[in-house]
């Protein structure tokens, strides 16, 4: 599996944008997914994830009731709808895909930056 994030962009404070997450080969459905975020100067850090099945989502706090994880395994993307927006959310998105059968396999995508105005 290779993972391409794409969706990001320049907007204003309280603004929305989704975040698309392709991922090419036949085993996207077997993979936990998830987005991490960097911004300048700091660590990556957990933004989001969902399970297999899109039937499990977890949120870090301080996204938690504006940023929505969504999956659709028939068109092998991972989404994350991000409503509003503020300027500590600017950072370069990053999807990570995981999965463990004996030993874990952990693919991350190039990144998509997101720049919030105030």
């Known amino acids: 599996v290779q993972l391409q994030a794409f969706g990001g962009g320049l907007v204003q404070a309280g603004g929305f944008l989704r975040l698309s997450c392709a991922a090419s080969?036949?085993?996207?459905?077997?993979?936990?997914m998830g987005w991490f975020r960097q911004a300048p100067g700091k660590e990556r850090e957990f933004v989001s994830a969902i399970d297999w099945s899109g039937g499990s989502a977890y949120y870090a706090d301080s996204v938690k009731g504006r940023f929505t994880i969504s999956r659709d395994n028939a068109k092998n993307t991972m989404y994350l709808q991000m409503n509003s927006l503020k300027p500590e959310d600017t950072a370069v998105y990053y999807c990570k895909a995981e999965k463990t059968v004996v030993r874990t396999t952990i693919i991350w995508g190039q990144g998509t930056l997101v720049t919030v105005s105030s």
């Open positions: 080969g036949r085993s996207f459905s077997t993979y936990a």
